[in-house]
């Protein structure tokens, strides 16, 4: 098969391509005229742009245990949809959580023959589980994750300074990344809020910028005295940003990602009791909004991922407008394309920088680079195409991860995906996926 296009988006340039395809692997990246005879053509009207597929790194399946608040299916079908091609799934909110082998091999068995695109995995650092990281790691997680504050879910339990000076050096010995909620719990208002807790504002104090920055400081010293490899999952503090390059100046292996509601929304334009743009860190500033930007813009933050972490409507409290009390977590999984595109696009950016922080960088983040995020000979045939120009209002209904709750609900943005190809089978098209889940299991090591 060869998909052809005016504008195909490669790692440096943006040209007239023709893509070659056999096996579900890119064979050729050839001159757009340069065409076998033999084999279908996907011919790409001139309006839409080719792209790697998506990958997104972080997404919260929940499943098994608490499949009703997303699952699989739903959650990779809303990928398709949205361009997705690859993504890992986080080690918690699914019961048992990823922190030992039994528990990633109960949710390879749940997750096998449910996914409409490729899902790798997350193992978890909790209190205690060092001795389970080496049996993970060599089964396919990706690395770890751990939390410097209470997760929301009793099962995932938040490490200290001291358990991560047992872990650490395990995962420097193993070589694996180690992905940091980085908030501290000590800034962090817990207490004497509820008198306005449906104003964003009271939510928005109670989760100072302090917090996120004394964990990432936290998180610097450590990598520097392990050599562990460390990356800041959520940046939502701009003011760690300066200390962030520092570090990545002087060697320290440390990388940030951030999220499309830090790079869209702002925190003086949340309704009262609009809990649906309630998340952890929170929605901050205009004016941290635009320094987020400057540090992709620098590479400081190198990739943006979705954080897709749905949960049953209920609670959401949209009742009482609790924003104390509300489950934290936004799902946008299915938007993250349109969302970025619509402000990359108005500050400037290019479809070249959309592609290193969307399907490059997150590749790289898990090591998938040489299959996943680019456009180029021996890679898998992931591909988006896209319409960089059309423009729709999105409608939280017809999103497809289970609860359609979402504050873009209504949000105008540009960019429609139109097709989406998996190892060059065709998943979605013009507003349909595919029947039969494509998707295969990722396991580090097999790349
Ligand atoms: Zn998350």
Redesign the pocket.
């Known amino acids: 098969m060869i998909v052809r296009a005016q504008r195909v988006v490669l790692s440096d340039e943006i040209r007239p391509r023709s893509i070659h395809i056999r096996d579900g692997r890119i064979v050729e990246v050839a001159g757009y005229d340069e065409t076998a005879r033999d084999g279908e053509i996907v011919d790409v009207d001139d309006e839409s742009v080719v792209m790697p597929g998506l990958v997104d790194t ?3 399946i929940n499943s098994p245990g608490r499949t009703e608040w997303e699952g699989f299916r739903s959650a990779t079908s809303a990928g398709a949809a949205g361009g997705v091609t690859t993504l890992i799934d ?1 080690p ?1 909110n699914s019961i048992p959580p990823t922190t030992t082998l039994a528990g990633l091999k109960t949710k390879l068995d749940q997750a096998q023959h449910d996914c409409f695109v490729d899902v790798g995995f997350w193992g978890g650092v909790v209190p205690g589980n060092t001795a389970e990281l080496a049996p993970m790691f060599a089964a396919g997680v990706f690395g770890f ?1 751990c939390f410097l504050v209470p997760s929301g879910v009793e099962e995932f339990e938040h490490v200290t300074e001291a358990d991560l000076r047992e872990a650490m050096p395990e995962l420097a010995r193993l070589d694996a990344l180690l992905i940091v ?1 980085a908030e501290l719990p000590g800034p962090i208002k817990t207490s004497d809020v509820s008198v306005s807790a449906s104003e964003y504002q009271t939510f928005l104090e109670s989760r100072p910028r302090a917090a996120e920055n004394e964990a990432i400081e936290l998180m610097i010293r450590l990598s520097r005295e392990f050599d562990t490899r460390v990356h800041i ?2 940046l939502s503090s701009a003011d760690a940003i300066p200390m962030l390059r520092r570090a990545q100046r002087e060697g320290v292996r440390i990388t940030a990602e951030t999220c499309p509601h830090y790079l869209h929304f702002a925190a003086e334009e949340i309704p009262e009791g609009a809990t649906e743009f309630k ?1 952890c860190p929170p929605i901050r500033e205009a004016s941290n909004r635009e320094k987020l930007w400057k540090g992709l813009a620098d590479g400081t933050i190198g990739l943006i991922v979705s ?3 749905p949960c049953p409507g209920e609670m959401k409290l949209r009742g009482s407008g609790d924003f104390m009390k509300a489950w934290g ?1 936004i799902a946008s999984l299915q938007l993250r394309l349109a969302v970025i595109w619509t402000e990359a696009a108005r500050r400037g950016f290019s479809l070249l920088d959309m592609t290193r922080w969307l399907c490059a960088n997150p590749a790289g983040q898990v090591s998938l680079d040489s299959r996943k995020g680019t456009i180029a000979p021996g890679s898998d045939a992931d591909l988006v195409i896209w319409n960089p120009d059309a423009q729709f209002t999105v409608s939280a209904a017809a999103l497809r991860h289970r609860h359609k709750i979402s504050p873009y609900d209504g949000e105008p943005l540009k960019g429609v995906v139109q097709k989406t190809f998996l190892r060059g089978q065709k998943i979605y098209d013009d507003g349909h996926v595919v029947e039969s889940p494509l998707g295969h299991m990722l396991l580090r090591g097999q790349f």
Do not use: Q, T
């Open positions: 972080h997404v919260h986080m918690l994750k909620h999952v959520h998340c954080d897709h972490s977590g």
